[in-house]
Nanobody, 120 residues
Framework: VQLQASGGGLVQPGGSLRLSCAAS????????IGWFRQAPAKEREGIFC???????YHPNSVKGRFTVSRDSAKNTIYLQMRDLQPEDTGVYYC???????????????WGKGTQVTVSS
């Protein structure tokens, strides 16, 4: 079982990025998938969760700016981010869970993370 996050990079404030999380060894659509962010000198935080039934969960800080989509054929989930701000800077991880309501410690497989830097 593996998750591979990619798509990070350097973007100016107001810009957009699309992160990918490619799954192998299991069927993505059988699980809820969370996206987490760890900013410099801060604890990791959950920023988006995509339930297998299509429900999504996210904090107000990303509401209206971040969306998630799944491509079952590619076994990949995407995090589309727009209007990025410097406070969105961090390492972004995707992780698998039996449910979005699970605590972070119960997300059993994690991708290695991809760096997003928002700076002018």
């Amino acid at each position: 079982v593996q998750l591979q996050a990619s798509g990070g990079g350097l973007v100016q404030p107001g810009g957009s990025l699309r992160l990918s999380c490619a799954a192998s060894g299991f069927r993505l659509d059988d699980y809820d998938i969370g996206w987490f962010r760890q900013a410099p000198a801060k604890e990791r935080e959950g920023i988006f969760c995509s339930s297998r039934d299509g429900t999504t969960y996210h904090p107000n800080s990303v509401k209206g700016r971040f969306t998630v989509s799944r491509d079952s054929a590619k076994n990949t989930i995407y995090l589309q981010m727009r209007d990025l701000q410097p406070e969105d800077t961090g390492v972004y991880y995707c992780a698998r869970a039996g449910g979005c309501h699970y605590p972070e410690t119960d997300f059993d497989y994690w991708g290695k993370g991809t760096q997003v830097t928002v700076s002018s």
